[in-house]
């Protein structure tokens, strides 16, 4: 029985693959998978949850998404009771081998300190925190499979990014975890723009780009230990994405501009004293600015009357 289910497993596979989903050809292999029992190990060992799942968040017909939902949760309930089971097995064992006053185990899954993600056969490690004053605050959900080469090109650009510097070696958190952020931060861009289309590459390189500047390196690390998620990571403008320095050059930058824009709509004061360096003409009018602290001396704006040229001195 779980041969046959792999054997389906890689149809899906196949049939998620193709360019345009083939839905007559889901629904019946859905259908086939509803009327097998299937074991724990034979979800496990086949990652049949994975291939449905993907396949639900792909279609729009409502028979393939209604049923895979089903299918979904019938299994997550088989594995909730097996888990259930598991955990009443160890307690039993504990209880005849410790001895009295010894602490419990815990007496239902909900108490355990990791959840089993759905169809996993193992939950990921807990990242082990070197630097002190440092915590990872990881939750995330399962990385979507895909066999589309922009979306794994995608992926392993951002975790190129992502493991740049030694942020990574300073919060002690694995690679398999990077490599998952990565994954799950490509899968809420792609649903973000809904294809891998231009406005999927140009946020991809926005990301990476970032991810990657020398300059920036607390972007890199506030992804890492959960401080800035995945899904927040993927509609970040360039300008929440950028580093203190470069907030404040802009709003410097900003400022001038709409200073210097003031003074553009401004007659000024005329003068012939003034040269311009464009036309060689002494027709020029100029307004004066305190653009810096008090202390400081103004700044002249000068517009030549003659060519339109604009320019400005301290």
């Not at 630097?131 to 992926?155: W, Y």
């Not at 942020?167 to 973000?192: N, P, R, T, Y």
């Not at 008090?294 to 339109?308: I, Q």
Request: overall charge positive; charged content about 30%; some cysteine.
């Amino acid at each position: 029985m779980d041969r046959n289910v792999i054997a389906i497993g890689k149809q899906l596979e196949k049939l998620i693959g193709e360019p345009s989903l083939n839905e007559e050809r889901a629904l019946d292999l859905l259908q086939a998978l509803r009327g097998m029992k299937i074991t724990v190990e034979g979800l496990k060992k086949s990652h049949i949850g994975k291939y449905v799942n993907t396949l639900r968040k792909g279609t729009s017909n409502d028979q393939v998404k209604s049923l895979a939902k089903k299918l979904i949760s019938a299994w997550k309930k088989q594995l909730e009771a097996e888990n259930s089971s598991e955990v009443a097995r160890v307690r039993a064992r504990s209880s005849e081998s410790t001895p009295k006053g010894s602490p419990k185990l815990a007496s239902t899954p909900s108490e355990l300190k990791a959840d089993t993600p759905l169809l996993q056969s193992t939950p990921p490690p807990p990242p082990k925190i070197k630097e002190e004053g440092i915590k990872v605050k990881h939750v995330l959900p399962a990385v979507s499979f895909t066999s589309d080469d922009i979306r794994k090109k995608s992926r392993d650009l951002i975790l190129s990014a992502l493991t740049k510097g030694n942020e990574a070696k300073m919060v002690g958190i694995s690679h398999d975890q990077i490599q998952q952020i990565a994954g799950v931060l490509e899968d809420c861009v792609f649903e973000e723009a809904g294809d891998t289309n231009q406005n999927y590459k140009k946020a991809i390189r926005s990301r990476v780009a970032n991810l990657r500047d020398d300059k920036n390196p607390g972007l890199r690390q506030r992804v890492l230990i959960g401080e800035i998620s995945p899904q927040k990571l993927a509609t970040m403008s360039p300008l929440e994405m950028a580093s203190d320095e470069m907030k404040k050059l802009r709003k410097d930058f900003t400022q001038e501009t709409i200073r210097e824009s003031q003074m553009a709509v401004q007659s000024g004061t005329k003068t012939d004293l003034l040269k311009c360096g464009k036309c060689k003409q002494n027709n020029c009018s100029y307004n004066q600015v305190q653009t810096r602290s008090a202390d400081e001396p103004m700044t002249t704006f000068v517009l030549c009357n003659e060519c339109g040229s604009r320019w400005k001195f301290n």
